[in-house]
């Protein structure tokens, strides 16, 4: 018997083949970001820190939204909030002593108490 053709059938030679959508969606560097904005935090090493920032930066940037709208906003968004915190973490050191410096305090400890002449 032979095959017969219908308007709408799917296996004709001019209807478009399906291609799977690529993954270019940011979630490696989603990975990276959070590893490294971690061990920013544990190493207090600058340039991991730039490097989280950078990634998650990268990953809320390449962020694809699905077809229902909804996307992983919040994740991509705690990740950027934690490569921010880890960069503030490894550069607090540094930003407590010139506040000490600022307010007069000659040890480079942070809150230590402003050393006064006796007479």
């Known amino acids: 018997m032979p095959r017969k053709e219908f308007p709408g059938d799917p296996r004709r030679a001019n209807v478009v083949p399906y291609t799977a959508a690529s993954s270019n969606d940011g979630s490696l560097y989603y990975i990276v970001a959070f590893i490294s904005s971690m ?14 920032l950078y990634s998650s930066m990268f990953s809320a940037f390449s962020d694809r ?11 991509r968004v705690s ?7 880890s960069l ?8 407590l002593a010139v506040y000490s410096l600022v307010r007069g305090s000659t040890s480079g400890a942070p809150g230590a108490p402003v050393k006064t002449s006796a007479a």
Not at 79 to 85: D, P, V
């Open 65 to 75: 939204q699905s077809a229902t709208g909804s996307s992983n906003s919040s994740s």
């Open 88 to 95: 503030l973490m490894t550069y607090l050191p540094e930003l």
């Open 79 to 85: 990740t950027i909030t934690l490569a921010l915190t």
């Open 39 to 52: 061990a920013a935090l544990f190493s207090k090493m600058k340039w991991i820190a730039w490097i989280a």
